[in-house]
Structures are given as C-alpha cells and as structure tokens.
C-alpha cells in the first residue's frame, strides 16, 4: 500500500521557508569557513539542489539550489534549478521538515549518483551543519562553538525575517507598527560573530557582519561564544546572565525580551517543535 501523503499545513510551510531560506544557505558558510570541508570542492563545479513538492507553489515544489564554479559557492534561495547535477527530492513538504529538524529520517529521492564524489562531499557538509545545530548541549571545543554560534547568528536573523515575510501573526504584530530599527547579535572580541535585523513599517532584512548604517536601536552583546550558546540553546536565562555580565543589551534593552521571543519563534519552527503537535 502506497504511503498516503500528510494534509501540509501553514505550519509545514513556515518551517519550511526556514529551511530552505535561512538554514541550507549555511552550507555555503561551513564549506567557506572550515578548510577541512572546502578543500573538497576546490576546482569543482557543480549546481546542487534540496526541493520538496507543493502544489500550492510555483512550479510545484519550492527549493533552493546551489551554483559551485571551480569550488565558489553562489547560493538561490527559494529558486529551483531546471537540471541540478545533484538534487535531494522530498516528496512532501512535511518530509523534507522532519528531515531537517532532526524529528527523524524520511530520505528524500536523490539524484546525481553518477557524480559519486560531489555527492559524498556534499553529505559530509551537510552532516557537518547538521551535526551542529542539533546539538543538545554547547560543544567543548572552542572551534565547534564559534562555528555554532556563526551559524546562529546567521540563522536567527534570517528566520525572522522569512517568518515576517509570510505574514506569521506574532511577529508581524512586532514588525508593523515598528519605525527604522536595527537590531544586531554580537559576541566581543570575535568581529566574525555579528548579524543583524532590520525593520521598518512591517518589513523586514536581516543581514550579516556589522551594521554599519548606523548605531543598532538594540545589540545583544555576549562575552564569550560559551555564554552566547548557553542563551541561544536555552541552557540559560537571559536575565541571570545579564546581572552577571556575561550578556549586555545595549541601546534599548527593555526590547530585549521581544527579540528574545522572535528568536524562539523560528527555533520553534527550525528545531520541528510545532510537529510534536501533530502526534
């Protein structure tokens, strides 16, 4: 008997928007920022795509794919590629969401078998990104923390604004009436862990490094990746860390909270919290 595909929610599609906007284009950050992950694609050149199917979407599926030209990562969110060499299919949206929230192991059809190399080198980056934001506790090495928390800043900024995008009532409840404001995440001392959001009247953009415009309305500054993560996997509160220095919010802090939520907000999503609702 022929599995029978799940009724897709709005749900499906929030977390689903998340991942193929905000989390995957980390691919490109750990093959750029890791030797040991970019040497495999060094001279090569490829288009790499993840899509899941939906009939609501254009096309009937929504993706995002990969263009590599002699080891030099392009990233196309939210675009599908007519002929990718290598390609993970999902047959369904709600698939591909318990695939990449870690919730389990539904394999998705994978094209490109031909290119065994790429292929291989593609799996163990993406095991790589992978690994670490599912962690469940702070890694030990000072390494895995940095690259983490890189991969949260980039994360979170992102899915917040993708969440905005789409109209998610919590938070276009905070985006709406807001004026120009910047907010931005930094950890002191390591100029490579910045990010930053911006909204205005509803919209939103989030982006990364410094916000050089001008000064954020609100920064959330750490002093060390270790007490970043222990905040930004809820090994700790906010407010203890803030009395003890090990977090300054700078600018406007009674935002501090709001931001916190926004950022729990697309962990909701990113982590497949809102699929335990479901069983």
């Known amino acids: 008997m022929a599995k029978q595909s799940p009724i897709i929610t709005q749900d499906d599609v929030y977390a689903a928007r998340i991942f193929l906007y905000s989390a995957l284009p980390l691919l490109r950050v750990i093959a ?3 030797e ?3 040497k495999k694609f060094a001279g090569k050149s490829f288009v790499f795509q993840v899509s899941a199917k939906y009939s609501e ?3 009937g599926a929504m993706g995002t794919h990969f263009v590599v030209e002699d080891g030099n990562w392009t990233v196309n969110v939210g675009k599908l590629h007519e002929n990718p060499d290598v390609e993970f299919i999902f047959p369904n949206l709600r698939d591909f969401n318990i695939f990449f929230s870690g919730k389990g192991m539904p394999l998705p059809k994978i094209k490109g078998w031909g290119k065994l190399g790429i292929l291989v080198s593609i799996l163990m980056t993406l095991l790589r990104m992978a690994g670490l934001l599912q962690c469940k506790d702070v890694p030990q090495k000072l390494e895995d923390q940095i690259m983490l928390v890189k991969l949260y800043f980039y994360l979170l900024p992102s899915g917040i604004s993708q969440l905005n ?5 919590e938070f276009k409840a905070f985006t709406e009436p807001s004026p120009d404001r910047a907010y931005a995440f930094a950890v002191s001392g390591y100029p490579e862990l910045q990010s930053w959001l911006r909204i205005k009247a509803g919209n939103s ?3 990364r490094g410094e916000y050089k415009r001008c000064r954020p309305f609100l920064t959330m500054r750490w002093d060390s990746p270790q007490h970043a993560l222990d905040i930004l996997m809820s090994k700790a509160e906010m407010i203890p ?3 003890q220095g090990f977090l300054n919010i700078e600018g406007a802090p009674e935002f501090g909270g709001a931001l916190g939520n926004l950022m729990f907000g697309v962990a909701y999503f990113a982590q497949g919290e809102y699929l335990d609702k479901l069983n």
């Open 241 to 243: 860390y803030i009395e």
């Open 165 to 169: 995008k789409l109209g998610y009532p």
């Open 32 to 34: 750029e920022s890791e």
């Open 205 to 207: 953009k989030a982006g």
């Open 36 to 38: 040991k992950y970019g």
């Open 57 to 59: 979407a254009e096309g």
